[in-house]
DNA sequence: CGGGAGGTTGAGTAGTATCAAATGAAGTGG
DNA sequence: CCACTTCATTTGATACTACTCAACCTCCCG
């Protein structure tokens, strides 16, 4: 495998065997020599917190692989507000909608947690559907997931309330990152984002917040949020 | 080719060649062998507006293709109330979600137009994706597009007020159903179902189609509406 | 120390939902 | 053909959610 890695300041990218564990967290169906094709042209990147990655109109020549870290991908909407479709964390891969339609991206890309990604060029991805069927099934698996996760954002977003919502996302956010020993979620977002994956504005975040904190369902150090009552969450955001 | 169809009740099915016209229209790169395939255990339906063709929880032995008519596909939210995720017509597959990934559906099928689907079991859609690339990435894009749609869907109801999303939504039906010789959209919907869609209640929509229509922007004729100023339309909804 | 970004709080209000009731349309059975 | 049921639509009155605007605070970084 050709080793094309960047190693200035001391940055540690994966080598290509852990690239390859990382990526069968994801995708089982590959051998070592297919995973050889996807990374043979590797070329990793680190990015800080607020990169962009790509943005919404690029048109794709690739797309990313997330060995580690938390991206945000969004629209944005009138008025230039920000709607967060979901997060990309380790074993995901973000972009390839664009890359395989050769149409502009649709959405954007922005580094939430310092990440390291891996650029998988388009003919790599290609060759791969071409010659792995059961690449090509987990791909639409996987599309077919987010779509699933997409239509019940939809029904929720019509649907329930603000607060609901803000319950709901907080219960996603726990299954999606985790909470560390303090129970504390792992992942930090502003107020501002968390407004924009609710779908409302920042005030009524904050609102809410200290609602649920007097509720006694959660604590709040900055911007960290500790879940102490999940099942009252849950009830609040109507999951079950 | 088999031909299994019930001909019961003059019904008129569409006969093989027909169906792989109108399968040709979304999909371009299956060849004759293939389409025999994919339509050899053939079984048509016509189904009345109201049927069912499948319904959340389900788990699906297949998919289904729509020759004619028109779909709701929908999600049920709490309290029952529906939320409409996108229509299905002539040449579109629904359901294959499910289907592919062997998890119950997430979604249901209502008919909103008396319709005629073809089911198309498991294993032919399985064993085309094994053998045919080409499909494997059509159906890709096809997934792809969809989940576009859904992100977009999400951004304008989470940022758009009812008003807007109402005139969008007509905008959207134009465009997907077009205009008869008198500009009467091609699909009626209930107010009922129109709130289902734009994320509303009835009441809501009522009153904003009579303020469209005291504006000038559109006319109703019980559920036909007749398009009047598009470019209003487009301008309320911030479509552009 | 100043400036900027993020966070918080309060007041006022527009936009929608909800509830209730009346009307209209379509079908059913006597 | 009419009374009756049922469902869809419409209108009005009222309540309330959540947005907007404005002011102020806090923390951090240069």
Chains 1, 2 share one sequence.
Not at 31 to 45: H, S
Not at 166 to 184: I, P, R, T, W
Not at 213 to 221: L, P, Q, R, T
Request: aromatic share 8%; charged share 25%.
């Amino acid at each position: 495998m050709a080793l094309k890695m960047n190693q200035n300041q001391n940055q540690v990218f994966p080598n290509c065997d852990q690239l390859a564990a990382c990526f069968s967290k994801s995708f089982k169906h590959l051998n070592a020599e297919q995973m050889n094709l996807l990374f043979f042209e590797e070329q990793c990147l680190l990015l800080k917190r607020g990169s962009v990655i790509y943005a919404e109109g690029d048109s794709a020549k690739g797309c990313y692989f997330v060995y580690s870290g938390i991206l945000k991908v969004f629209k944005t909407g009138l008025e230039g507000k920000e709607q967060i479709i979901r997060f990309s964390k380790s074993g995901d891969i973000i972009g390839f909608r664009s890359a395989l339609s050769e149409e502009p991206a649709c959405t954007s890309s922005k580094v939430i947690e310092d990440a390291i990604v891996c650029f998988i060029p388009n003919h790599s991805l290609t060759q791969l559907i071409e010659k792995n069927p059961m690449f090509s099934m987990e791909l639409i698996k996987m599309t077919c997931k987010e779509l699933g996760d997409a239509n019940s954002y939809i029904t929720d977003i019509a649907q329930k309330s603000v607060r609901e919502r803000l319950a709901e996302v907080l219960m996603q956010l726990m299954n999606s990152f985790g909470l560390d020993q303090d129970n504390f979620l792992q992942i930090s977002l502003t107020r501002e984002e968390l407004a924009n994956i609710v779908g409302t504005a920042t005030e009524s975040v904050i609102r809410l917040l200290s609602e649920f904190k007097n509720a006694g369902y959660i604590e709040i150090k900055g911007r960290k949020i500790k879940i102490v009552d999940v099942l009252a969450l849950k009830r609040v955001g109507g999951v079950y």
